[in-house]
């Protein structure tokens, strides 16, 4: 089912196409966070136009124009978040681990997955600060899963799912109302469940996921402090503390703060 181990080859793939939100930029500060602490390999996949500053292993460039909108707090966001089933056929890496830019890699837990017997790997399981988990994509719909971070071997299997991913995102309209799905716009957390669940027999397969929860913030964020065991998060009148682990941050505006790039070269160049 798995490659031979001689000839493997492992990195991280990141999308980021910019809108109103710099999105490269955001990747250009996660990046030295997952270079920190994975020591892998890095592969940016970007629009035509954009500048990244980090020292990328590659830089791969599509024509992704296509605007996707999102309704948040009365706001409308713009985002370009089609297209990432073509991550199979663009990886470079024999064992990809492949990230939003909103994914905060503050440990090297991610590496433990790639010594057990997988051909992708999703996370089904998510809590925010409130203890609060999402559950489905609509009253009687399945449960999503999180395209936030994933994890794949360029297998046969793998390959079947992300090209199912295609096919989805190419028939949403379809899949939306075949799966009761309550958003009218394209999400990869929905396609990537719907392909899972069908792949497996209409199975959850979730015992084969990623095997822990995800915590994502999902309030506005004013700062974050770390120590080698905590991470404190201050939202609000609000501060939060957690035990030190990868974050999925919601907040875009945060992820482009003096805070965070501060909170990155604390981590990456500790004085």
Not at 252 to 258: E, G, H, T, V
Request: hydrophobic letters at 40%; one cysteine or more; charged letters at 25%.
């Amino acid at each position: 089912m798995n490659l031979n181990d001689s000839v493997k080859s492992r990195g991280v793939v990141l999308f980021a196409f910019n809108t109103g939100v710099d999105y490269v930029e955001i990747a250009d500060r996660v990046s030295r966070l997952i270079k920190h602490n994975l020591k892998l390999p890095i592969t940016l996949i970007t629009d035509l136009d954009s500048q990244p500053k980090f020292n990328y292993d590659s830089i791969i460039r599509i024509d992704n124009t296509s605007d996707n909108f999102r309704n948040v707090d009365d706001k409308q966001i713009t985002w370009r978040n089609f297209g990432r089933y073509l991550a199979y056929d663009l990886s470079p890496y024999t064992e990809t681990i492949l990230l939003d830019t909103d994914y905060l890699v503050l440990d090297d837990s991610l590496l433990k997955l790639f010594a057990t017997d997988f051909d992708y790997k999703l996370m089904h399981h998510n809590r925010n600060l409130e203890n609060c988990s999402y559950e489905v994509m609509g009253e009687t719909s399945l449960p999503f899963v999180w395209a936030t971070v994933v994890l794949f071997r360029k297998t046969e299997r793998a390959r079947l799912f992300f090209n199912f991913i295609g096919r989805i995102q190419r028939n949403y309209r379809y899949y939306r109302a075949l799966y009761n799905i309550r958003e009218g716009n394209f999400r990869n957390d929905y396609a990537f469940a719907i392909a899972n669940c069908i792949l497996n027999g209409y199975n959850l397969n979730v015992d084969q996921g990623i095997p822990w929860r995800m915590l994502t913030v999902d309030q506005q964020i004013d700062k974050i402090m770390l120590t080698n065991t905590q991470v404190q998060i201050c939202h609000g009148e609000k501060a939060t503390v957690v035990p030190y682990q990868c974050l999925h941050i919601i907040d875009k505006d945060y992820l482009q703060s003096r805070d965070f790039e501060q909170v990155v070269e604390a981590i990456v160049e500790p004085t």
